[in-house]
Nanobody, 126 residues
Framework: QVQLVESGGGLVQAGGSLRLSCAAS????????MGWFRQAPGKEREFVAA????????AYADSVKGRFTISRDNAKTTMYLQMNSLKPEDTAVYYC???????????????????WGQGTQVTVSS
C-alpha cells in the first residue's frame, strides 16, 4: 500500500503561482508513474499532468501546457506541480495519484491509477 499526501494548496490571485507537493510513503515507490488530477465543483475529475518513474515520459493537459510543470524527486519519494500564471478556471481540488503498472509512457486515465491522495484545494481569485 502507498500513502499519498498532498500539500501546498491555497488561495492565490490570478497570474500568481503555487507549488503543490505529493509525499509518498508505505511500500516501495520504485517504478511507479505519478500523476496530478483536479476536480472542480460539479465537474468530473480531470487529468492535469503525469510523470514516469524515470522522468523520461511526461504528459500535460492542453489547458495547463506552458503554465504547469510536473517533477519528482525519487530519493525523497515526492512529486511536485509548479503552477504559474494561474487562472480562475484552475480552481479545483488537486489530487496526486500513483500508477503501479510499469509503463514506458504515462497514462492520463484516472481509472488506471491505483493510489490516491486526499486532495488539496487551490483557489484562484480574479
Amino acid at each position: 500500500q502507498v500513502q499519498l499526501v498532498e500539500s501546498g494548496g491555497g488561495l492565490v490571485q490570478a497570474g500568481g503561482s503555487l507549488r503543490l507537493s505529493c509525499a509518498a510513503s508505505g511500500r516501495t515507490f520504485s517504478g511507479y508513474s505519478m500523476g496530478w488530477f483536479r476536480q472542480a465543483p460539479g465537474k468530473e475529475r480531470e487529468f492535469v499532468a503525469a510523470i514516469s518513474w524515470s522522468r523520461g515520459s511526461t504528459a500535460y493537459a492542453d489547458s495547463v501546457k506552458g503554465r504547469f510543470t510536473i517533477s519528482r524527486d525519487n530519493a525523497k519519494t515526492t512529486m511536485y506541480l509548479q503552477m504559474n500564471s494561474l487562472k480562475p478556471e484552475d480552481t479545483a481540488v488537486y489530487y496526486c495519484a500513483a500508477d503501479r503498472y510499469p509503463r514506458v509512457v504515462v497514462t492520463t486515465t484516472p481509472d488506471e491509477y491505483d493510489y490516491w491522495g486526499q486532495g488539496t484545494q487551490v483557489t484562484v481569485s480574479s
